[in-house]
């Protein structure tokens, strides 16, 4: 699996964006870039995925760099609800694949 | 988001007893996936579940572990005899026919004393 580099830790203040980097510079053609997010003491919730074009959600935006060797996840409006540790994951085009799941960014959102 | 169940929340076995943890998801969903977490550290893949057979699994899931879906529902994941290692969070997870994002239940807290 091709790896991601992730911060460790980030701090935000409520109401103000966040912007996650991850690098991925061994990053295949075929793979997607999918972030997901782990609340304290609950299971991983799915987030956003893209693989060349930016992308927009409820929860968050992607983007992605032209060469694709890295990627951002963007809050707009971080809430405290949002603190939570997030993961960005590649995974081949393949619907079947698993996640691999590194060690991902601890999001603290200050009051 | 579509919603999954696991059973039970918590489970307490002794060390060698056999666990069953369940997994209740929504009946279209094609692939399903057991994963587990040891209290500190990273989620780890299991075992990949596609048209009621393994269709990739980790060197984690040895001899001691097997997934079934015995009821055409409920999805579970069997370890023979327990150690105190399999203590962890195990989580299921599925996917939807042609989608990628994958997802979770609550998980299953497994304590093994």
């Known amino acids: 699996d091709a790896k991601t580099t992730q911060p460790n830790s980030m701090e935000s203040n409520e109401e103000e964006p966040v912007h996650l980097p991850c690098n991925h510079s061994?990053?295949?053609?075929?793979?997607?870039i999918h972030w997901y997010r782990q609340l304290p003491s609950q299971g991983p919730e799915y987030v956003i995925h893209?693989?060349?074009s930016n992308v927009n959600n409820r929860m968050a935006s992607l983007a992605i760099a032209e060469d694709r060797k890295s990627s951002t996840l963007i809050l707009h409006r971080a809430t405290l609800r949002d603190a939570a540790v997030y993961y960005c994951?590649?995974?081949?085009?393949?619907?079947?694949?698993?996640?691999?799941f590194g060690e991902g960014t601890q999001l603290t959102v200050n009051p | 988001e579509p919603e999954v169940t696991q059973t039970p929340s918590h489970q307490v076995t002794q060390m060698g007893q056999e666990v069953i943890l369940r997994c209740v998801p929504i009946?279209?969903?094609?692939?399903f996936y057991w994963y587990r977490q040891i209290l500190g550290q990273k989620v780890e893949f299991l075992v990949s579940?596609?048209?009621?057979?393994?269709?990739?699994k980790s060197e984690i899931f040895d001899d001691q572990f097997s997934v079934e879906r015995p009821d055409g529902s409920n999805f579970t994941l069997k370890i023979r005899s327990t150690k105190l290692e399999d203590s962890a969070m195990y989580f299921c997870?599925?996917?939807?026919?042609?989608?990628?994002?994958?997802?979770f239940g609550p998980g299953t807290r497994l304590t093994v004393t």
């Open positions: 994951i590649l995974s081949p085009g393949t619907s079947g694949s698993r996640l691999t």
């Open positions: 061994t990053i295949s053609g075929t793979d997607y």
């Open positions: 893209g693989l060349t």
């Open positions: 009946s279209n969903h094609l692939y």
């Open positions: 579940f596609y048209n009621n057979e393994i269709s990739e």
């Open positions: 997870a599925r996917r939807l026919a042609g989608a990628y994002e994958q997802y």
